[in-house]
């Protein structure tokens, strides 16, 4: 009979708080360690199995694991739960553990759905490397199903009750209580009670199956007797990636050979690089276009670029040179003095370097170019030199807009350079076609 809260253990050591779990090999219960004033865990065998004839056996195995993972907790891991003491309560063997508080995976898939990818990788990558730890040992933990995947309030994973023992499968055990989550354990665990780590590396995919889909996975005993099917994952959650995909079928191999031999190699395929996808036939018909470029720039050596393409704003600079090109024209039309125009020029480099260091300095700097142009104008050419103070603003604005266009594809050099060239060659051709003009006339 299980026991009930309030029961004292070990001389008052430890009491019963409640029972935690009951399955077809033994019980959990939630207990108070007094001197410590620590919540623990109790683990024993169920109390039927000592009818059994394999009993002696279970026993042995159940005392044999319960000392490893004691050692195990000597040197502690984050991801594995610790053991504290292993003891014998009158005819019933108990192994105490640490009580992890949070929610299983099991509770979080049902409160939550499917979880995201990238969260449930983190937690499932924890618990595989904790389960490279354990098969170091020489265990096999044989119950990584989402109830004994615990998540806590940190974000942190740990792996807690053990399946010991399952290597001896009592024969009062009927074949439907052997294992409680038939959907995350292989046949060869059922049928043949291996331990090997591809027993893990199974469960551990199987448990990842749910939790990226909010569904149990098809059992293992029904895909083998009953030819059953696995569906594939991303038939279910279409938004997996093709990767977590694979892995996922991979783990879950029905034979155990067709499996990953290791944790770590499953693991590795988890956490493998995406694959580059192949390129669209777009891109092939646009590398197309420019092949014959390609293979010119292939014969210059050169340093690796982050960009692979470069866009010139052919019409904005376009805007801005034919801007300028009035300005020059209006300078050359009201015999502007040399002064003015190196005033201009000066402008037109100073908003040049101020577009290619910090865009909005270029509209003072282009502010500033007008209000000289147009001071010095209205002394002299009051109508002219209006006209021309308003065009030298609206071109220096529109040139900071090309500023902002040049510096996604080239260095703030060269966006200087670009600028400053595009509005002195506007300002110079529009003094020649003023002088072309009047020659003309």
């Not at 253990?9 to 077809?24: C, P, S």
């Not at 939550?112 to 990818?117: F, H, K, N, V």
């Not at 052997?178 to 291996?194: H, I, M, T």
């Not at 021309?388 to 071109?395: D, E, T, Y």
């Amino acid at each position: 009979m299980p026991w009930i809260a309030g029961q004292q253990l070990q001389n008052g050591k430890y009491v019963i708080e409640q029972v935690l779990g009951q399955g077809g090999f033994g019980i959990t219960y939630k207990a108070l360690h007094v001197e410590l004033n620590q919540t623990v865990v109790i683990k024993t065998p169920n109390e039927y199995l000592s009818h059994d004839p394999e009993y002696d056996k279970y026993i042995e195995r159940f005392i044999q694991e319960g000392q490893i993972l004691a050692r195990l907790s000597k040197d502690p891991h984050p991801h594995i739960v610790g053991v504290i003491d292993l003891f014998q309560e009158g005819d019933t063997h108990c192994l105490v553990m640490d009580f992890v508080e949070g929610e299983n995976l099991f509770e979080a898939v049902k409160r939550r759905g499917a979880l995201p990818e990238a969260e449930i990788l983190s937690y499932i990558c924890q618990i595989g490397k904790a389960l490279m730890v354990v098969h170091q040992a020489g265990l096999v933990h044989r119950d990584a199903h989402p109830g004994n995947i615990m998540v806590r309030r940190n974000g942190k994973a740990v792996l807690i009750d053990f399946g010991i023992a399952k290597q001896v499968i009592p024969s009062t055990i009927s074949s439907i209580n052997k294992d409680g989550n038939e959907a995350f354990a292989p046949y060869e665990q059922k049928v043949r009670g291996s331990r090997e780590p591809t027993v893990d590396v199974y469960c551990l995919a199987a448990t990842l199956y749910y939790a990226v889909t909010g569904k149990c996975p098809a059992t293992s005993l029904a895909r083998k007797l009953d030819n059953a099917s696995l569906k594939s994952p991303k038939q279910i959650s279409p938004s997996i990636s093709k990767e977590l995909n694979q892995a996922i079928l991979k783990g879950m191999a029905l034979e155990a050979e067709d499996r990953p031999q290791s944790m770590q190699a499953w693991l590795a395929m988890l956490e493998a690089p995406k694959a580059t996808p192949p390129p669209s036939v777009e891109s092939v018909h646009r590398k197309e276009v420019v092949r014959s470029k390609a293979k010119l720039l292939e014969l210059i050596p050169s340093k690796p670029s982050t960009k692979s393409f470069r866009i010139i704003p052919w019409s904005s600079l376009i805007s801005v040179l034919l801007s300028y090109l009035l300005l020059g024209y209006l300078l050359a039309a009201s015999n502007a003095p040399y002064i003015i125009w190196a005033v201009a020029v000066a402008g037109a480099v100073a908003w040049a370097v101020a577009a290619a260091v910090a865009v909005p300095w270029a509209v003072a700097a282009a502010g500033a170019v007008a209000v000289v142009v147009v001071g010095a104008g209205v002394v002299a050419w009051a109508v002219a030199g209006v006209v021309a103070g308003v065009v030298a603003w609206a071109a220096a604005a529109a040139a900071t807009v090309v500023g902002e266009d040049l510096l996604e594809s080239f260095s703030k050099f060269h966006t200087f350079l670009i600028l400053a060239s595009t509005s002195s060659l506007g300002l110079g051709l529009g003094w020649l076609g003023n002088r072309i003009f009047n020659t003309g006339t």
